[in-house]
């Protein structure tokens, strides 16, 4: 079955780089996504990468995928007080030849950035 | 990338009554997507809805239940029905935005009493 895990809790100090990692069963995946969550908000699409690379970097962001370990991280260079929020993995069930399908989210994880 | 207007972004309700989401995207888009975030969880799919046909529910979310409508390419609802405290979750809307991932609306708070 589907299914994506992420560690629940993090905690660095603020200028460190935060690392959070996911690891998914669906091979089939087409693309994985990272989202942010701050509290009383929405979900804010952070990245994404298609199966096929290996790593993304945008920014301060980047993103590497293991795809033989279904394992993906996300590294967050510098981080700041404001990164403080709740972290989703999330990849796509894919239906046919489209992308067009459900998103299988990880449990989120909790980012603490300590001034 | 689309936005997504959704509505109310919180609302306290009591048992037994029922509560209607709306969300507007400011372009036409072929699927809308609906999940529940319960206190403390990850993000669950209730069902998805096309444009002139019936929604696809997701394994333990029923029609009866979350009512969807999708009368046109830009607008959806979501009701929630007979209200029970169990239901108090933050509801989102979805969209996939093409080439760039799915978007999600701000979300709405529920709160049963």
């Known amino acids: 079955g589907e299914d994506v895990e992420q560690s629940l809790f993090l905690s660095v100090r603020e200028g460190d780089s935060s690392v959070i990692n996911c690891t998914y069963t669906d091979s089939s995946s087409t693309y994985l996504y990272w989202y942010k969550q701050e509290p009383g908000a929405g979900l804010q699409l952070l990245t994404y990468i298609f199966s096929n690379m290996d790593m993304k970097q945008d920014q301060r962001l980047t993103v590497l995928l293991n795809k033989k370990d279904k394992h993906l991280s996300l590294r967050i260079a510098d981080t700041q007080t404001g990164d403080s929020a709740i972290y989703f993995c999330?990849?796509?069930?894919?239906?046919?030849?489209?992308?067009?399908?459900?998103?299988?989210f990880g449990q989120g994880t909790t980012l603490q950035v300590k001034p | 990338s689309a936005v997504i207007s959704q509505k109310p972004s919180r609302d306290i309700c009591q048992r037994g009554t029922s509560l209607t989401i709306q969300c507007q995207v400011d372009?036409?888009?072929?699927?809308m997507f609906w999940y529940r975030q319960q206190p403390g969880q990850s993000l669950t799919l209730i069902a998805t809805a096309n444009q002139g046909s019936e929604a696809t529910y997701e394994s333990g979310f029923v029609i009866d239940k979350f009512p969807i409508s999708r009368p046109n390419l830009t607008f959806s609802t979501l009701t929630v029905s007979n209200m029970s405290p169990e239901d108090s979750s933050i509801y989102l809307c979805?969209?996939?935005?093409?080439?760039?991932?799915?978007?999600f609306g701000s979300g709405t708070r529920l709160t049963v009493v």
């Open positions: 372009s036409q888009v072929t699927m």
């Open positions: 999330a990849e796509s069930s894919n239906r046919g030849s489209s992308n067009t399908g459900k998103l299988i």
């Open positions: 979805s969209v996939e935005d093409p080439g760039s991932g799915y978007t």
